[in-house]
T-cell receptor, first 117, second 115 residues
Framework: DTGVSQDPRHKITKRGQNVTFRCDPISEHNRLYWYRQTLGQGPEFLTYFQNEAQLEKSRLLSDRFSAERPKGSFSTLEIQRTEQGDSAMYLC???????????????FGPGTRLTVL | AQSVAQPEDQVNVAEGNPLTVKCTYSVSGNPYLFWYVQYPNRGLQFLLKYITGDNLVKGSYGFEAEFNKSQTSFHLKKPSALVSDSALYFCAVRDILGGYQKVTFGTGTKLQVIP
């Protein structure tokens, strides 16, 4: 399977614990995105990487959230001191972006469903 | 700023009938528009996109969408619905000239195809 993969698929944690999710993009895709989706809503943009550089961050990404893409391949999203409001589906997407414009298509992984008790 | 509106939470259609899922958008510059489909407990699957050119865009699984600049709409259509088309459909927009990679999604429309 050469699509976007995410691990784990499900995570249950207690409030206050830290969690880390991993995303492996489609090979050769230089752009990687994280989104959060809550029940009844569309995905909300969190952050975006071009290669290893984090170029955009949403205001939704509080200080408790951090994302990395150290070698320009896989990415991790960490949530520290989780709160019940963090319960959501966390989606990763990747795309092959050119030098200018924004015409690339994002392909999504299956998501990680986080439940904070 | 960019936004998307999907005015219908749910659309019901009989199998074999044509279907339309509505979407309107707002961007400062020129829009780059998408449709994605989501099945239960799955990620989003890309259906089609509009950048420029022909206003009628054809995509996967027999879906097509019509871009209407004057009405700022990008409605998803299919001539003959299948039960397997039942899923959650999301319209999304990106402002091509905005210089940002952020894609804004609508709240989704649940399509129910009735046998």
């Amino acid at each position: 399977d050469t699509g976007v993969s995410q691990d784990p698929r499900h995570k249950i944690t207690k409030r206050g614990q830290n969690v880390t999710f991993r995303c492996d993009p489609i090979s050769e895709h230089n752009r990687l995105y994280w989104y959060r989706q809550t029940l009844g809503q569309g995905p909300e943009f969190l952050t975006y990487f071009q290669n290893e550089a984090q170029l955009e961050k949403s205001r939704l990404l509080s200080d408790r959230f951090s994302a990395e893409r150290p070698k320009g391949s896989f990415s991790t999203l960490e949530i520290q001191r989780t709160e019940q409001g963090d319960s959501a589906m966390y989606l990763c997407a990747s795309s092959l972006g050119g030098l200018a414009g924004a015409t690339d298509t994002q392909y999504f992984g299956p998501g990680t469903r986080l439940t904070v008790l | 700023a960019q936004s998307v509106a999907q005015p219908e939470d749910q659309v019901n259609v009989a199998e074999g009938n044509p279907l339309t899922v509505k979407c309107t958008y707002s961007v400062s510059g020129n829009p780059y528009l998408f449709w994605y489909v989501q099945y239960p407990n799955r990620g989003l699957q890309f259906l089609l996109k509009y950048i420029t050119g022909d206003n009628l865009v054809k995509g996967s699984y027999g879906f097509e969408a019509e871009f209407n600049k004057s009405q700022t709409s990008f409605h998803l259509k299919k001539p003959s619905a299948l039960v397997s088309d039942s899923a959650l459909y999301f319209c999304a927009v990106r402002d091509i000239l905005g210089g940002y990679q952020k894609v804004t999604f609508g709240t989704g429309t649940k399509l129910q195809v009735i046998p």
